[in-house]
T-cell receptor, first 112, second 110 residues
Framework: NAGVTQTPKFQVLKTGQSMTLQCAQDMNHNSMYWYRQDPGMGLRLIYYSASEGTTDKGEVPNGYNVSRLNKREFSLRLESAAPSQTSVYFC???????????FGSGTRLTVV | KNEVEQSPQNLTAQEGEFITINCSYSVGISALHWLQQHPGGGIVSLFMLSSGKKKHGRLIATINIQEKHSSLHITASHPRDSAVYICAVFSGGGADGLTFGKGTHLIIQP
C-alpha cells in the first residue's frame, strides 16, 4: 500500500543508548518531516527535509540527528537517549505543504 | 507563531448525537487541516480547507477566515468515530509552516 512506513512501532531504550528510527515513503514526495507527540501538547517538528540532500532544524531538534538518505528515506537518530525523549514519533511527507501531509503510523519510544 | 486553540479538550457523547469540535487561531492562514488519530494509531488527514465548507460522509468541516475559526461536525455519531481530532493551520512561515492544536479527545458511547 502506498504511504509512509515507519519502523519500529515500539521501542524501549535505556538512558544513554542510541537508536535510529526509519521512515520511507513511496509517493515521490519531496518533503519529509519528523514530529514528536507528547501528552497535552500539539505535534512539534523535530527536523524536516525539503528535498533530497537537505535537512533543517525544526522547533525541538536538540538530542536528535537526521539523514535524508535518498528521496524515499528519512531517518531520525538518537545518539544518547534521555528520558525526556520518551514520546511518540511520527514521520510525514508532503508534495506541497499547503495541500496536506501523509503521516506514518508512529513509533512509541520509552527511555528508562 | 500562530496560536491554535481547540475546544473542547475532551468530549463524551452518546451514539447518534451531533458533534461539534472547534478550532481558533490567532494569525491569518493559507489553509487549515483537520486530522484524525485513533488510539494507538497513525494520523489521517480528513480535510484541508482554505474557505467555506467541505463534506465527506458524516463529517462536515467549515471555516470562517474573518473570524479565524473552524468547526468540525460529525452527524449521527458512532463509536468508531472515537478518536483524537487535531486541527493544524498552515501560515507559510517556519520550517513546515504548520502549527498544531493539542487535539480534542472524542469518545462516543454506544
Amino acid at each position: 500500500n502506498a504511504g509512509v512506513t515507519q519502523t519500529p512501532k515500539f521501542q524501549v531504550l535505556k538512558t544513554g543508548q542510541s537508536m535510529t528510527l526509519q521512515c520511507a515513503q513511496d509517493m515521490n514526495h519531496n518533503s519529509m518531516y519528523w514530529y514528536r507527540q507528547d501528552p497535552g501538547m500539539g505535534l512539534r517538528l523535530i527536523y524536516y527535509s525539503a528535498s533530497e540532500g537537505t535537512t533543517d532544524k525544526g522547533e525541538v531538534p536538540n538530542g536528535y540527528n537526521v539523514s535524508r538518505l535518498n528521496k524515499r528515506e528519512f531517518s531520525l537518530r538518537l545518539e544518547s537517549a534521555a528520558p525526556s525523549q520518551t514520546s511518540v514519533y511520527f514521520c510525514a511527507s508532503s508534495v506541497d505543504r499547503v495541500y496536506g501531509y501523509t503521516f506514518g503510523s508512529g513509533t512509541r519510544l520509552t527511555v528508562v | 507563531k500562530n496560536e491554535v486553540e481547540q475546544s473542547p479538550q475532551n468530549l463524551t457523547a452518546q451514539e447518534g448525537e451531533f458533534i461539534t469540535i472547534n478550532c481558533s487561531y490567532s494569525v491569518g492562514i493559507s489553509a487549515l487541516h483537520w486530522l484524525q488519530q485513533h488510539p494507538g494509531g497513525g494520523i489521517v488527514s480528513l480535510f484541508m480547507l482554505s474557505s467555506g465548507k467541505k463534506k465527506h460522509g458524516r463529517l462536515i468541516a467549515t471555516i470562517n477566515i474573518q473570524e479565524k475559526h473552524s468547526s468540525l461536525h460529525i452527524t449521527a455519531s458512532h463509536p468508531r468515530d472515537s478518536a483524537v481530532y487535531i486541527c493544524a493551520v498552515f501560515s507559510g512561515g517556519g520550517a513546515d509552516g504548520l502549527t498544531f492544536g493539542k487535539g480534542t479527545h472524542l469518545i462516543i458511547q454506544p
